[in-house]
């Protein structure tokens, strides 16, 4: 079954009352998708892994990575830990002219042509066409009409350089507030009206057909809503059933498509569970991941911290705050507050902006360091039973061995089977 083929299944059995869905790793840590790999290669499911514009696009994104650099980067993942990239399915997120808002549209929508056509010929087959990012000389906000006619160009490019065979499938809107986490503390978000969902759909559907594209249209599987569920840096909104339920109940109004949620990090097996069932049947999930591979390498820290000699140690904890004091980019215009506020939030908060630091030398250095450390000298069974109980109860019962790496993704890979269990991803294929 082809990545297309799986997608379009998932969709299918969802809209027909199946529990069924599709989590989407959004991440580039390593870590990260090795445990999403070693998950789905246990359960023998599909996976589904993202990138959005600002992390990679023909100008390198903060990843340095080019659309086709990140398809070599995961194939090389997937066969470091053996796992059959045939289920893999690649997707990129939010694209449309974002990173380069700052240009005229004109220019912003030349870049962002470019960007979809990049995507699709490195062989992503999930992409999410985002055109709702006002540029330089734009009116803010956009009308519905503007955001639908610069997706539908998008997608004409992504279908000009798409092979015959595999087509892409698309999913339409966005979520409010932006990608990535709220940057202010949270009251409530008001989910997505039917009228909303509607006129996105209607209009979308109008705009393609003016530029000929129908057959691209009818791909369309997924829309972006809010459903209601989000985090900032110390709280998260969780799914409320009820108050989704006026959307729930029209999405058969629409042929073929499922809804798609965005920021569904830190929600409870419940919520999640719940979200599918509801025909959200698309899960995004990025920071959580990160959030937890953080804490794990803290953990470890702590271990180290208790076990090492102090000339040996790694010091991560303290070469992580130091470089994101050095190179505030990523973080300065999220926290806020005194002094304390902010190194609290640099190394706890939800949102987790530490996570666009992994890949600095410096800690990359320190990291290596510390597993190391704790790979020539392992931990005793007291430690890791004080700072990672969970991984403890596993190494007691033999289900994994003393090994820092593996704690690492053990931990991560505890979110990700929480996702599994609500998308029922053990009987897709």
């Known amino acids: 079954m082809s990545s297309t083929e799986i997608l379009k299944n998932i969709v299918e059995l969802n809209r027909s009352g199946e529990q069924i869905g599709i989590y989407s790793v959004c991440s580039a840590n390593r870590f990260v998708l090795e445990a999403a790999m070693l998950e789905a290669k246990e359960n023998?499911?599909?996976?589904?892994?993202?990138?959005?514009?600002?992390?990679?696009?023909?100008?390198?994104?903060?990843?340095?990575?080019?659309?086709?650099?990140?398809?070599?980067?995961?194939?090389?993942?997937?066969?470091?830990?053996?796992?059959?990239?045939?289920?893999?399915?690649?997707?990129?997120?939010?694209?449309?002219?974002?990173?380069?808002?700052?240009?005229?549209?004109?220019?912003?929508?030349?870049?962002?042509?470019?960007?979809?056509?990049?995507?699709?010929?490195?062989?992503?087959?999930?992409?999410?066409?985002?055109?709702?990012?006002?540029?330089?000389?734009?009116?803010?906000?956009?009308?519905?009409?503007?955001?639908?006619?610069?997706?539908?160009?998008?997608?004409?490019?992504?279908?000009?350089?798409?092979?015959?065979?595999?087509?892409?499938?698309?999913v339409i809107g966005t979520e409010v507030p932006v990608p990535g986490g709220a940057q202010e503390d949270l009251e409530e978000l008001q989910v997505t009206s039917t009228i909303d969902l509607a006129d996105t759909i209607h209009t979308h559907r109008v705009l393609f057909s003016n530029l000929g594209i129908d057959d691209a249209f009818d791909r369309v599987i997924g829309v972006v809503v809010q459903p209601g569920v989000e985090f900032d840096h110390s709280s998260v909104i969780e799914y409320d059933p009820v108050k989704a339920k006026e959307l729930k109940s029209v999405i058969h109004q629409f042929s073929g498509m499922v809804f798609e949620a965005h920021s569904t990090d830190y929600q409870s097996q419940s919520c999640l569970s719940h979200l599918v069932r509801d025909h959200f049947a698309i899960l995004k999930v990025g920071p959580g991941l990160t959030f937890a591979f953080r804490e794990a390498v803290f953990a470890l820290s702590y271990i180290e911290d208790e076990w090492i000699e102090p000339e040996k140690r790694s010091n991560i904890r303290d070469v992580l705050e130091q470089t994101m004091v050095n190179n505030p980019k990523y973080w300065e215009g999220y926290y806020h507050g005194n002094e304390q506020d902010k190194m609290f939030a640099r190394k706890f908060s939800f949102s987790d902006r530490s996570r666009y630091y992994w890949n600095h030398t410096d800690i990359e250095a320190s990291l290596k360091v510390l597993i190391q450390n704790l790979t020539t000298s392992p931990a005793p069974y007291p430690l890791i039973s004080q700072y990672m109980s969970a991984q403890y109860v596993a190494l007691r019962k033999g289900e994994i061995i003393n090994d820092p790496a593996v704690f690492l993704r053990e931990r991560i890979r505890s979110e990700i089977k929480m996702y599994a269990q609500a998308c029922n991803q053990f009987s897709v294929i």
């Open 44 to 170: 023998n499911s599909p996976l589904l892994i993202e990138a959005t514009c600002n992390q990679v696009n023909q100008d390198g994104g903060y990843t340095n990575m080019t659309p086709a650099d990140f398809q070599a980067y995961i194939a090389e993942v997937a066969k470091s830990v053996d796992y059959d990239t045939n289920q893999l399915i690649l997707g990129g997120d939010h694209l449309g002219p974002n990173p380069w808002k700052h240009l005229s549209s004109a220019d912003a929508m030349e870049k962002a042509m470019v960007l979809v056509e990049a995507y699709v010929k490195a062989g992503f087959t999930k992409i999410h066409l985002d055109a709702s990012m006002s540029c330089a000389d734009d009116e803010v906000p956009l009308s519905s009409e503007t955001i639908a006619k610069r997706a539908a160009i998008m997608c004409q490019a992504a279908e000009r350089v798409s092979l015959a065979q595999q087509k892409p499938y698309y």
